[in-house]
């Protein structure tokens, strides 16, 4: 088995590479559709980041959805940020994201806001994902609301509605607004935006 920051750069290779390549792309289709993902993400990674919002590879998106839900390989983290790249608002990947989130709440309530599962809602990027974001943060913990704090500059940094609950949260109490400059990071930028006003 390859060492894991070995294989990271294998992938970007071939990716960087053979974009848009017809054998390649016919090959990791299938083995998507008949494998799955568990045990080797790279034909997704590739699909994913060489083939943007396409219709075909959008639907193989939602079936991969379908059958793991949000669990999308060990580096979710990597195929959720090409998923917002390249498939961010696209209706197929939303509806199959949205269920996904859906089934995910059921099953594991105390933990949806979690670095694994926030992305997610980056994907979708609509009024309605932020709109959910927003909700969930009084009830969530400490961590929740970091991730929550952290998805919201992501995904929506210039929204008037973001800013002005952030304002709000950073202004009620030291509970809601610690976890806003909890650390650097994505965070950071909330410190600047503050002393900007």
Known sequence: SLDYALREQLNRLICDGWPRNAALRSKCLHFVQK???ADLPFPLEYLVSSYQNDSEIAGVIAGVLDRYGLHLGLDQGRIWKLLRTGYAGHKTVVEATRSALAKYKEQFAAIIWHPNTVPAYLVLADDQAR????SGYRD???NGRYWIASTLLQGWPHDSVVQEQIQRWANE???LAAP?????????ALAYWFRSD
């Open 35 to 37: 494998q799955g993902i």
């Open 131 to 134: 709109d959910e974001l927003i």
């Open 140 to 142: 969530a913990d400490l």
């Open 173 to 175: 109490s030291v509970e």
């Open 180 to 188: 806003l400059s909890q650390n650097s990071g994505p965070m950071s």
